[in-house]
């Protein structure tokens, strides 16, 4: 079945670690996002990259970093810098022409 | 700036009874317009999603949607909740380009 899958569904990690959160998708989608889901809030954009080695800041980039080397994973790194990290991280995808984006299950980080 | 306003931020119904959330969006266009689902500690599923043509649109589980350019709305109704339905609630609007912006949410409470 085509779809993304995102692991780990639940994460902890300690103050001061970098962690990476896996997004993989089997769609052939050039676009990929990463949101960052908190109470009351909505999702916000962290990265987005819409062809392989090449990505864009979103509006809460600061303490995030992304890579694009295949057109299958878009992997988010929350490092140290990241002041609030404990959040709900979805991962999208979008194909050339398509109109809506399809999400993943989500990973829950908590830092501890 | 564009943004997508979800006045409600939760909303109790009775099973059975009819359904309408609201959703607001500001943009000088007509944008893509989107209802999104989420229950608890899962992805978002789209729902339903307009762009052009007829104003009233159909989606699935029996939600519909109508277009008011005038009111700049996108509301979602169903007219009949089941207890399945209680779910958060997403609005969103793609103004165009590979970026899409979610309302903050209403979450729905279904009552027997």
């Known amino acids: 079945d085509g779809g993304i899958t995102q692991s780990p569904k639940y994460l902890f990690r300690k103050e001061g670690q970098n962690v990476t959160l896996s997004c993989e998708q089997n769609?052939?989608?050039?676009?990929m996002y990463w949101y960052r889901q908190d109470p009351g809030q909505g999702l916000r954009l962290i990265y987005y990259?819409?062809?392989?080695?090449?990505?864009q800041k979103g509006d809460i980039a600061e303490g995030y970093s992304v890579s694009r080397e295949k057109k299958e994973s878009f992997p988010l790194t929350v490092t140290s810098a990241q002041k609030n990290p404990t959040a709900f991280y979805l991962c999208?995808?979008?194909?050339?022409?398509?109109?809506?984006?399809?999400f993943g299950q989500g990973t829950r980080l908590t830092v501890v | 700036a564009q943004s997508v306003t979800q006045p409600d931020i939760h909303i109790t119904v009775s099973e059975g009874a009819s359904l309408e959330l609201r959703c607001n969006y500001s943009y000088g266009a007509t944008p893509y317009l989107f209802w999104y689902v989420q229950s608890p500690g899962q992805g978002l599923q789209l729902l339903l999603k307009y762009f052009s043509g007829d104003t009233l649109v159909q989606g699935i589980k029996g939600f519909e949607a109508e277009f008011k350019r005038s009111q700049s709305s996108f509301n979602l109704r169903k007219p009949s909740v089941h207890w399945s339905d209680a779910a958060e609630y997403f609005c969103?609007?793609?103004?165009?380009?590979?970026?899409?912006?979610f309302g903050a949410g209403t979450r729905l409470f279904v009552k027997a």
């Open positions: 990259s819409q062809i392989v080695n090449d990505f």
């Open positions: 999208a995808s979008r194909g050339t022409g398509d109109t809506e984006a399809f």
């Open positions: 969103a609007v793609a103004p165009g380009g590979f970026k899409t912006i």
């Open positions: 769609l052939n989608h050039d676009a």
